[in-house]
């Protein structure tokens, strides 16, 4: 194994999810599918779902401008980073 | 009639150039690349986006640092399966647009070499930064970057240490460590 | 009652299945999405659906084995409906805990950033290959993909990994200044 494969073991080696997430796992496994669902509930429920769809959707506007936001100064970061790495090494 | 579209289409072009502080010109990499970003936010769209950054999160918190007061950040970068699929003449395009008492080149590296060059120029007026433009090209990527407004030059410097890029000395440390040929053992 | 019957050890053992997996679900669905709540919102899906077909498990590693399939269709189903929206090479978000510490964390962030880069098949095949250590043959079966297929995104991603990191002068430095 040469030092690339070594180096992908451990950048690739697992990780752990949140500290909570197999709790969240079996109660939400425990809670099983929703068969009994009474009509009216479910009408209910989709009028909730119709109100707050939009609010959902601003929330989901905003949470893509975000990812765009951190994105654009990931790409900017990395370039950045990089002129300065060989301006650095060029000085030296 | 036709003076009057003119007019409109020149007012489009106008609204679009106070956007970004000079055009890239270079949709038509796009077609041709394997790889592409193409991203355009205004004053009022970042600090829209601003309300969804996680103070707690170091990464987002820098972000979120460096966007107050800013109009602005337009990116356009391509990669491409191939050299040769961009040319001089894209760079040049801008590189002209920026050749303007407002713009300063600050930084500029070239890599016979690799065939790798990278630039950075500031827009000063009136002694305050107004806009940074980032020009980075390898011989498979090509990245134009626009930030507009009062910029945080020193804040810009310190982006590495965020995003999982490695601080400047760090990264100078690690590139003495680690290298091609290291022998860790065997495995399948 | 039928899950009881067919597989009684299993059934009752769902939240240890949980447990001793999620490590293995959730880091091969954060490897290849690079999105962590993304990636625990699709862990947890594939444990919704071991529990839907806990009747079918027929033993610890068969579950282990069903697990990994599921998390590893599951994660590129996602990653084609996030496709949608503009992709490029640097995504990354903070990263979450290491079970083991990390030896050159500046390297293996570049490393991870690079093999996200990667397309949708070679980007499982190095997940599998060095996060769960199999080998091409046991990659080929999960993928349902030749094995031929399988050494060829192997041979072609580490060359490009080491192309890439050359240039980021991490296997050298060739600048001039």
Not at chain 3, 144 to 151: F, N, Q
């Amino acid at each position: 194994m040469d030092w690339l494969d070594q180096e992908l073991k451990l950048a690739l080696e697992r990780k752990e999810p949140s500290p909570d997430f197999a709790a969240r796992v079996i109660r939400r496994a425990a809670r099983g599918p929703a068969h009994h669902v009474q009509r009216w509930l479910a009408a209910a429920a989709a009028v909730v779902v119709m109100t707050s769809a939009g609010l959902s959707y601003r929330h989901h506007q905003g949470e893509v401008a975000k990812d765009q936001v951190m994105l654009a100064f990931k790409i900017t970061a990395v370039k950045v980073n990089h002129i300065q790495t060989h301006v650095k090494g060029a000085v030296r | 009639m036709n003076l009057l579209r003119g007019l409109a289409v020149a007012g489009c072009c106008a609204a679009l150039l106070c956007a970004q502080q000079f055009t890239f010109n270079l949709d038509h990499l796009a077609a041709k690349a394997s790889d592409s970003v193409d991203i355009s936010l205004n004053g009022p769209t970042l600090q829209f986006a601003a309300k969804f950054l996680d103070s707690k999160d170091p990464d987002q918190a820098k972000v979120k640092q460096l966007i107050a007061g800013l109009e602005g950040i337009y990116v356009k970068s391509f990669e491409f399966k191939s050299k040769g699929d961009w040319s001089d003449a894209d760079l040049e395009n801008i590189r002209k647009q920026l050749r303007t008492p407002e713009w300063s080149r600050i930084v500029g590296v070239h890599s016979a070499e690799d065939g790798e060059t990278a630039e950075i120029y500031v827009r000063n007026q009136a002694g305050k930064v107004t806009g940074v433009a980032i020009l980075a090209a390898e011989p498979t990527e090509l990245t134009v970057v626009n930030i507009v407004g009062a910029v945080d030059l020193d804040s810009l410097a310190t982006l590495g240490g965020h995003f999982g890029i490695p601080e400047l000395s760090d990264q100078k440390d690690a590139g003495k460590q680690k290298g091609p040929g290291k022998q860790k053992g065997s495995g399948k | 009652m039928t899950v009881l019957e067919a597989a009684p050890e299993i059934a009752l053992d769902f939240a240890g299945l949980v447990r001793e997996h999620q490590s293995m679900v959730f880091s091969v669905c954060w490897h290849y999405l690079h999105d962590r709540d993304l990636a625990e919102e699709t862990a947890q899906e594939v444990f919704l659906s071991l529990h839907r077909n806990l009747a079918s498990i027929q033993s610890a590693a068969h579950a282990a084995h069903w697990l990994r399939k599921v998390a590893v269709q599951r994660a590129i189903d996602e990653g084609r409906r996030r496709r949608r929206r503009p992709q490029v090479a640097l995504a990354d978000v903070a990263e979450p805990a290491a079970l083991t510490p990390v030896g050159d964390p500046m390297l293996a962030g570049t490393l991870r950033r690079l093999v996200a880069t990667l397309a949708e098949a070679p980007r499982m095949v190095m997940i599998l290959r060095y996060q769960e250590d199999l080998d091409a043959t046991e990659i080929a079966e999960i993928l349902d993909m030749p094995l031929a297929t399988v050494k060829s995104h192997l041979q072609r991603s580490l060359a490009l990994l080491r192309e890439k990191l050359r240039r980021r002068g991490l296997g050298g430095n060739k600048w001039i200044g």
